[in-house]
């Protein structure tokens, strides 16, 4: 039996990469493996997780909160207490499950899981989703045995010697011929006669992609020049939707969620989007051209470094989040307009995708397992 810990959470870009790490281990282990998830109290992964039927305990750990108000100042005065406390937490979870191996994806609760295993002997592998590495996986990595990348030039972060490209991990099945595009257009109530452009802010939604949708909307006739699928996001819907019937406009679906992704590509000739690891991997992999508006309220700026690993191959196009509701939709109208750049776009981001990224990651894992058993 193969006992396997993997912690990661606080958002889905660190929850559902060690979630498809999960399931390629089911399917290649069976019974003969035993997944834990380790998480943090009160974060998302603590529902998300059992739901999926997993198994997961949760530690008291917390972040430094950087907006100072009174609330946060308690919490970063506690912060360093909590962490101890999940420190030995953690030690207790890891001694009681006899795990083999600690599998760490990002998150407040990855990092004391993974110190605890290091300070007991137990073999550890970092997946970094960003092309810009964190402060505390690169003080995890000098004690890890591999750590799993997606981006090039991650030598300047971690031991070179350690580092192996897997990718990042996604569920579901994505590839650039998934979808029938006839189909696609067809679910939207779209046409061939149009180019479409996707907007899609995520879950909750993007204040500043629907703020550029709603200035661009305006300077319209009741009628979009393209198709366009506007993800409005949960948060954003009743706002959008009020928008909407204030200024009506043929060719645009506005919803709060996109329940069929494979169509959505499948239709759109370009996508505007933020730029978190997990979604730009998405993109590689259905080669989709994309204006990339990358997140500022993300530590260490990771969106806009992850963007730029494209743009610096000709594989995507950049609007910073302080230009885009002034020239967002501009650029993507440009963009989808090309159809030589188009090309060029489609090909050179397909090259960076890598489809099989669980698949590797579990291949470092059973590695490290069969050295630790000799």
């Known amino acids: 039996m193969k006992r396997v810990i993997l912690s990661g959470g606080g958002t889905g870009g660190h929850i559902y990469p060690a979630v498809a790490v999960a399931e390629a281990l089911k399917r290649k282990f069976g019974s003969e493996v035993e997944i834990l998830f380790v998480g943090a109290e009160?974060?998302?992964?603590?529902?998300?997780?059992?739901?999926?039927?997993y198994r997961i305990e949760g530690l008291p750990v917390v972040g430094l909160q950087r907006k100072l108000n009174l609330s946060n100042v308690l919490n970063n005065l506690a912060a360093p207490f909590k962490v101890l406390k999940s420190l030995h937490q953690a030690k207790s979870v890891i001694r009681k499950f006899d795990a083999d191996i600690v599998v760490g994806f990002g998150g407040y609760?990855?990092?004391?899981v993974l110190r605890a295993a290091q300070s007991l002997g137990i073999?550890?592998?970092?997946?970094?989703?960003?092309?810009?590495?964190?402060?505390?996986?690169?003080?995890?990595a000098k004690r890890a045995k591999r750590i799993c990348v997606a981006y090039d030039k991650m030598e300047r972060f971690f031991p070179a010697d350690r580092i192996v490209m897997t990718g990042n991990p996604l569920r579901g099945r994505f590839s650039a011929d998934a979808g029938n595009k006839q189909e696609a257009l067809a679910y939207y109530g779209f046409n061939d006669a149009l180019p479409v452009i996707m907007c899609v802010g995520g879950s909750l939604g993007t204040r500043t992609l629907n703020e550029m949708m709603k200035a661009w909307i305006r300077t319209l006739d009741g009628e979009a020049p393209v198709q366009v699928i506007w993800q409005t996001g949960k948060f954003y819907e009743r706002e959008m939707q009020e928008f909407l019937k204030e200024h009506p406009t043929k060719n645009i679906w506005q919803g709060a969620f996109i329940d069929r992704m494979d169509y959505a590509y499948a239709a759109a000739d370009v996508a505007i989007s933020r730029s978190g690891a997990c979604t730009v991997s998405e993109l590689c992999l259905v080669a989709k051209p994309t204006v990339f508006v990358p997140s500022p309220n993300v530590s260490e700026d990771h969106q806009t470094k992850n963007a730029m690993a494209l743009v610096e191959k000709g594989a995507a196009a950049i609007v910073p989040d302080s230009e885009a509701v002034q020239r967002g939709m501009a650029v993507a109208l440009e963009l989808v307009a090309d159809r030589e750049r188009l090309a060029q776009l489609r090909e050179n981001i397909a090259k960076m995708a890598i489809s099989d990224a669980a698949e590797r990651v579990v291949r470092e894992i059973e590695s490290e397992l069969i050295k630790a058993q000799k």
Do not use: R, V
């Open 109 to 112: 609760a990855s990092a004391p």
């Open 123 to 140: 073999p550890t592998i970092i997946q970094e989703q960003n092309s810009y590495a964190g402060l505390t996986n690169k003080f995890l």
């Open 42 to 53: 009160g974060k998302m992964e603590m529902d998300k997780i059992p739901a999926l039927g």
